[in-house]
């Protein structure tokens, strides 16, 4: 769909896959207001399609776009045109049991001109791509690089919203991090670089104890970090288990000394692209660590299960958080 200042969104329509016309001053190109979401559609056991919480994409689109002086797309829009592309998406059959079609939905701005102000034309835009296990050999826990030379978001930035620019912003600690030999990096906090915020395109969660008794405590949304979904949808899940679950600063020596004397006995990152990849090494300037003994731990990957039954529809849907599309 197309927006234009006075005549609000218009245009709407489903057309064939192909490269996009712009002017050479659009504005996305040269300013970076340009937001994104992701998110998942999983076939049914009996043969319908669902995507999961599709609700909270549209909400934190439109949360994406007022901080970048975009118009946000009304959430029924924003949820038309997925089920629209899903269900013109026929063809699209799983041929495995981790298959997914992942859904892109994006907006930019593209009226032509130079200076630096929001813009007045806008394209909505919504693709799809089938997506296997993310994990072809099994899941293996990730290490991971503190970045203490780049940061990814300051307070009164555009941390806690999808767009373009944080990204642009963190590809070269990402290179940095797989430089030094780790599959992602881990972004401190911009103030004291003591506090862990998340890693890459995922939340992060650390297990304290073990058993029913164990807690998990994950960064508090301090407005530097994203508010993932999939990390929301974790921590009812992990309520309902009967664990505590904590959201509140985290220093990474508490994260180094807990590993070191026991007490953290997990980590794992979460969001929808690999749903829940555990933790193992930790590269950081002041000394690496290894959580746990190198597997996937109990907690994490119980809870994986958990979320991945629901997404799959292999078990109840209690909080209706499956969309029917087709
Ligand atoms: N943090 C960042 C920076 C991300 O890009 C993502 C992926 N959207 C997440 C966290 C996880 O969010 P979600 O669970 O909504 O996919």
């Given at each position: 769909?197309?927006?234009?200042?006075g005549?609000?969104?218009?245009?709407?329509?489903?057309?064939?896959?192909a490269?996009?016309?712009?002017?050479?001053?659009?504005?996305?190109?040269?300013?970076?207001?340009?937001?994104?979401?992701g998110?998942?559609?999983?076939?049914?056991?009996?043969?319908?399609?669902?995507?999961?919480?599709?609700?909270?994409?549209?909400?934190?689109?439109?949360?994406?776009?007022?901080?970048?002086?975009?118009?946000?797309v009304?959430?029924?829009?924003?949820?038309?045109?997925?089920?629209a592309?899903?269900?013109?998406?026929?063809?699209?059959?799983?041929?495995?049991?981790?298959?997914?079609?992942?859904?892109?939905?994006?907006?930019?701005?593209?009226?032509?001109?130079?200076?630096?102000?929001?813009?007045?034309?806008?394209?909505?835009?919504v693709?799809?791509?089938?997506?296997?296990?993310?994990?072809?050999?099994?899941?293996?826990?990730?290490?991971?690089?503190?970045?203490?030379?780049?940061?990814?978001?300051?307070?009164?930035?555009?941390?806690?919203?999808?767009?373009?620019?944080?990204?642009?912003?963190?590809?070269?600690?990402?290179?940095?991090?797989?430089?030094?030999?780790?599959?992602?990096?881990?972004?401190?906090?911009?103030?004291?670089?003591?506090?862990?915020?998340?890693?890459?395109?995922?939340?992060?969660?650390?297990?304290?104890?073990?058993?029913a008794?164990?807690?998990?405590?994950?960064?508090?949304?301090?407005?530097?970090?994203?508010?993932?979904?999939?990390?929301?949808?974790?921590?009812?899940?992990?309520?309902?288990?009967?664990?505590?679950?904590?959201?509140?600063?985290?220093?990474?020596?508490?994260?180094?000394?807990?590993?070191?004397?026991?007490?953290?006995?997990?980590?794992?990152?979460?969001?929808?692209?690999?749903?829940?990849?555990?933790?193992?090494?930790?590269?950081?300037?002041?000394?690496?660590?290894?959580?746990?003994?190198?597997?996937?731990?109990?907690?994490?990957?119980?809870?994986?299960?958990?979320?991945?039954?629901?997404?799959?529809?292999?078990?109840?849907?209690?909080?209706?958080?499956?969309?029917?599309?087709?």
């Amino acid at each position: 769909a197309r927006y234009r200042a006075g005549e609000g969104w218009h245009d709407a329509r489903l057309t064939r896959y192909a490269p996009l016309q712009l002017d050479p001053s659009a504005a996305a190109l040269h300013y970076a207001q340009s937001i994104f979401e992701g998110l998942k559609a999983y076939a049914q056991p009996d043969g319908t399609v669902a995507t999961f919480r599709p609700e909270a994409n549209a909400a934190r689109f439109a949360r994406s776009a007022t901080r970048l002086a975009m118009p946000p797309v009304p959430a029924e829009s924003f949820l038309a045109a997925v089920d629209a592309l899903v269900d013109a998406d026929r063809d699209w059959v799983p041929t495995g049991p981790d298959q997914t079609l992942y859904i892109r939905p994006y907006m930019l701005a593209v009226e032509p001109f130079l200076g630096v102000r929001p813009a007045h034309e806008y394209l909505f835009i919504v693709i799809a791509s089938p997506a296997g296990a993310y994990f072809p050999r099994g899941v293996q826990p990730v290490s991971v690089y503190l970045s203490e030379d780049y940061i990814r978001a300051a307070p009164g930035g555009t941390g806690d919203v999808k767009c373009a620019g944080n990204y642009a912003a963190s590809l070269l600690a990402q290179e940095q991090a797989l430089a030094a030999g780790c599959d992602q990096v881990v972004w401190l906090d911009a103030t004291e670089k003591r506090y862990v915020e998340e890693m890459g395109g995922m939340n992060l969660f650390f297990v304290r104890g073990s058993g029913a008794d164990a807690e998990l405590i994950t960064p508090e949304l301090t407005g530097t970090l994203l508010p993932g979904i999939t990390r929301e949808s974790l921590i009812t899940l992990a309520r309902e288990l009967g664990h505590t679950v904590t959201e509140r600063r985290f220093d990474v020596e508490e994260w180094r000394s807990g590993v070191e004397d026991g007490s953290i006995t997990e980590t794992f990152a979460c969001g929808t692209a690999a749903v829940i990849t555990p933790v193992g090494q930790v590269r950081a300037r002041t000394g690496d660590f290894t959580v746990g003994d190198g597997t996937p731990g109990p907690l994490t990957m119980a809870l994986r299960s958990h979320l991945l039954d629901i997404q799959h529809g292999r078990t109840a849907d209690a909080h209706g958080w499956l969309h029917q599309v087709r």
